[in-house]
């Protein structure tokens, strides 16, 4: 059984930083991969990161090319988002998710690509 559990969200101020814990439990050869995603109020949710577990390949949405870094730490099962030099619209409640199955591509970045997700974990980034 896999289970997802995001942790680390909270307020802070434009320009500042968080960083967010992604622990996958019960891994298996087709969760191979890590993913992040976000929803601000009245929108879809959208990719943001994601980083395979073998190689630590990542990938990234543009909107946040160059601030997020997303890592892992195997021994630990646990998946890190690092969020520098916030902005307001990055306010959005932060899901991490693993694939079920193989992606289409080398990375799964479409949101029904993902089986197993966590429960989301808040963060608001203040002007």
């Known amino acids: 059984q896999v289970t997802v559990v995001e942790s680390g969200g909270g307020l802070v101020q434009a320009g500042g930083s968080l960083r967010l814990s992604c622990v996958v439990s019960g891994r298996t050869s087709s969760t191979y991969q890590t993913g992040w995603f976000r929803q601000a109020p009245g929108k879809e949710r959208e990719f943001v990161a994601g980083i395979a577990w073998s190689s630590g390949l990542t990938t990234y949405a543009d909107s946040v090319m160059g601030r997020f870094t997303v890592s892992r730490d195997d021994g630990k099962n646990t998946v890190y988002l690092q969020m520098n030099s916030l902005k307001p619209e990055d306010t959005a409640a932060y899901y991490c998710?693993?694939?079920?199955?193989?992606?289409?591509?080398?990375?799964?970045?479409?949101?029904?690509?993902?089986?197993?997700w966590g429960q989301g974990t808040q963060v608001t980034v203040s002007s």
């Open positions: 998710a693993a694939p079920r199955y193989q992606c289409r591509g080398y990375f799964c970045t479409l949101e029904d690509e993902f089986y197993y």
